[in-house]
């Protein structure tokens, strides 16, 4: 039977997508009454039937899943930041590098409006922050068109997902990745008749160079409800590498005695911005627990 990708989802039919076409779906019944529905990202098996549509008849098991949008089988977040206009907010960056964490993705930093940038210090200082988290970082400027190509190359043959804060660019360089996006869109809607009144739905967009992006940003919620104090640091993985050396199992890396955290927090090896954080984000996780 053929298998293939979930590429978008309207009003109960999920829209499969084979090289030459997509194949309109239903999910059998079964699915329902097991409360487990198709997301999209989901790699499917279906069945085709007379009129050139099919019935999902299998959910292959899912790498990953986001709930805000729902799309399944995301593997890589490229979390976007603006150097300038607005602000670099190192806050809302880390909240968006702990959530990609904890879903399990590969991260990509990405610094965009490089061109309004005037002193490159700017650049060395962010870059200094975040060298110990081994993250990738990327510079991007629509504006002068640098960074797009190096972009493309990350993203290429990973399905990825745009993160970051509104007005930082997101949308600019999805265009910029993607030449044709808003005469695809276009088309895409008028083909489905999609009205005003049509939720909009999160749909996956295939890259010229292989891979998938996301229309639509990652982590539209970033509160840390469901996530345990023990769990936070492991989201930091400059403090999860030496996290195993503080003589204490469990540690917080608060203020207890043999913390390796703290440790290389003192002698520079670990951003103490970063580490402050941390401690922000884990009161944070403490007071949602007291209700
Ligand atoms: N100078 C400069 N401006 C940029 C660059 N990238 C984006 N902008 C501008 O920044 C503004 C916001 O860009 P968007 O791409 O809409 O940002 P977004 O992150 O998608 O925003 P939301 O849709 O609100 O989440 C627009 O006016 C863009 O033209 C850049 O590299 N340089
Ligand atoms: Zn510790």
């Known amino acids: 039977m053929p298998e293939g990708r979930i590429v ?5 039919f999920y829209y499969v997508r084979m090289p030459d076409m997509d194949i309109r779906c239903r999910a059998r019944g079964v699915f329902k009454k097991r409360k487990w529905s198709p997301l999209v990202g989901d790699i499917v098996t279906f069945e085709r039937t007379e009129n050139g549509e099919g019935w999902v008849t299998d959910i292959h098991p899912r790498k990953t899943e986001l ?5 399944a089988n995301v593997e890589q977040a490229i979390v976007v930041g603006s150097l300038k206009q607005p602000e670099l907010t190192l806050d809302l960056l880390d909240r968006f590098l702990v959530h990609a964490e904890r879903e399990g993705l590969d991260i990509l930093i990405c610094l965009t409006k490089e061109d309004l940038v005037e002193d490159e210090k700017l650049i060395d200082q962010v870059r200094a922050i975040y060298d110990p988290t081994g993250y990738p970082i990327i510079t991007t400027s629509i504006e002068k068109n640098t960074g797009i190509e190096e972009l493309k190359r990350e993203l290429a043959g990973k399905l990825s997902v745009f993160a970051g804060q509104s ?3 997101k949308s600019s360089l999805l265009n910029a990745v993607l030449p044709h996006l808003a005469l695809a869109t276009g088309e895409v809607s008028r083909k489905l008749g999609r009205g005003r009144h049509t939720t ?6 295939d890259l010229p160079g292989g891979g998938q992006v996301a229309d639509t940003p990652g982590f539209s919620q970033l ?6 104090e023990t769990e936070l640091s492991a989201c930091f993985p400059e403090m999860a590498l030496r996290a195993p050396r503080c003589k204490f ?3 917080l890396h608060r203020n207890e005695p043999g913390c390796a955290v703290l440790e290389a927090c003192e002698n520079g090896e670990i951003d103490k911005g970063r580490h402050q954080r941390y401690l922000q984000f884990l009161e944070e996780i403490h007071d949602n627990r007291r209700y």
């Open 8 to 12: 978008k989802a309207i009003s109960g």
């Open 249 to 251: 199992r469990g540690c």
């Open 200 to 205: 909009r739905q999160v749909e996956l967009l």
């Open 167 to 169: 007005g930082v660019g």
């Open 67 to 71: 709930m805000r949008p729902p799309i």
């Open 223 to 228: 509160s840390f409800m469901e996530m345990e």
